[in-house]
């Protein structure tokens, strides 16, 4: 604690670097209180002035840290995230579009979905959809029309629930989910604060209430005995690699080169053990690239009556952290990481 005096004379020293606080009681009969921060304190370089000049005066040194709190602008405290529940907070994810819904809950050490189908998820899969949604974000709207965004009879719901001791002890966060736009954004409405988000299209998308968000990553699973040749389209670019019975690898196309071995094991290993780095999508709408496909990939296996299967990756436009893909085998948008895109774009020359 210092001197009221001195006080006063650090924080006019201070000139605009100080900060005054009002707080104002809920309880009409009590006093406000105010106190004005800022100035260097007479017994410590490290520390700033507090004065409080009402209800009593009183003046105490305290942390330097204490500013930056006090000067934060208005406009970066506003909470733009659709919920407040961490991914490892949430017990229950719920989501309601028309007709359509999802229900996934938490059990034990992994997940189980109960809507649209009954079906168990994987605890990464299930932690990394929560994650999404739990962190995603949007921007408020001032002053919306809630008809025209859809929002005045909301068209869903999407409502996350806690893990708690007793029911009474759930805190439960619900957005009222309302029209898309024409190129995939989406509104919602928080019904904890009536605040209204716009949600650009990768995060409209987390809202679906589509089980294939849910599905195992893993794509592709074949020894490379397996393999009997693998094309690949990348532009003007057509390479065909062979996989001999003897084990030796050839490149077919393009014609008069010698293929680089470790280049060639590589793309195999990878194709062998191919991932999506999350899913998507249960379908291709149009918006994801893919009717042009930037590249695609197309294996040929050998299957255990000695005849062979065929299956295509179609690679399209860029997504946050790779790129939009799907196999022409099963149903499905997801997103192919950027090191696995890089892969599949190897010149398998020596």
């Known amino acids: 604690f210092v001197d009221e005096a001195a006080a006063r004379q650090a924080l006019a020293a201070a000139g605009p670097d100080k900060v005054r606080v009002t707080m104002i009681p809920g309880q009409k009969d009590l006093p406000p209180g105010i106190v004005e921060v800022g100035g260097r304190c ?70 189980v979905l109960r809507a649209p189908v009954k079906a168990d998820v994987e605890l990464e899969i299930g932690n990394q959809h929560l994650e999404a949604i739990a962190g995603a974000s949007g921007e408020i709207i001032e002053n919306p029309d809630l008809a025209k965004l859809g929002l005045a009879a909301p068209s869903g719901r999407a409502t996350l629930e806690s893990i708690a001791e007793s029911e009474s002890k759930v805190v439960k966060e619900t957005l009222e989910i309302g029209a898309a736009t024409s190129s995939g954004e989406l509104h919602v409405r928080r019904s904890s604060d009536g605040a209204v988000l716009e949600l650009d299209r990768d995060t409209a998308r987390l809202l679906a209430a589509d089980a294939t968000l849910l599905r195992k990553r893993r794509l592709l699973d074949f020894a490379p005995s397996e393999l009997v040749t693998v094309e690949l389209h990348s532009g003007a670019v057509h390479q065909r690699l062979r996989r001999e019975p003897s084990g030796v690898y050839g490149l077919e196309l393009p014609k008069g080169f010698e293929h680089d071995a470790s280049l060639a094991t590589t793309l195999v290993d990878v194709l062998g053990s191919l991932e999506a780095e999350r899913w998507v999508a249960s379908s291709d709408g149009g918006s994801f690239g893919l009717e042009t496909g930037t590249s695609a990939v197309r294996i040929a296996l050998e299957t255990r009556d000695g005849g062979t299967t065929t299956d295509t990756l179609v690679i399209g436009s860029v997504a946050d952290n790779g790129h939009y893909a799907k196999l022409e085998s099963a149903p499905g948008v997801f997103v192919l990481s950027k090191r696995t895109f890089e892969t599949l774009q190897m010149l398998l020359l020596d």
């Open 42 to 111: 007479p017994k410590s370089e490290n520390d700033v002035v507090a004065l409080r000049s009402e209800p009593a005066p009183l003046a105490a040194c305290v942390p330097k840290s204490v500013m930056p709190g006090h000067t934060t602008a208005a406009e970066a405290l506003i909470d733009e995230s659709l919920f407040s529940l961490r991914k490892d907070e949430v017990e229950k994810l719920s989501v309601t579009r028309g007709k359509q819904q999802l229900e996934l809950v938490r059990k034990g050490t992994a997940f």
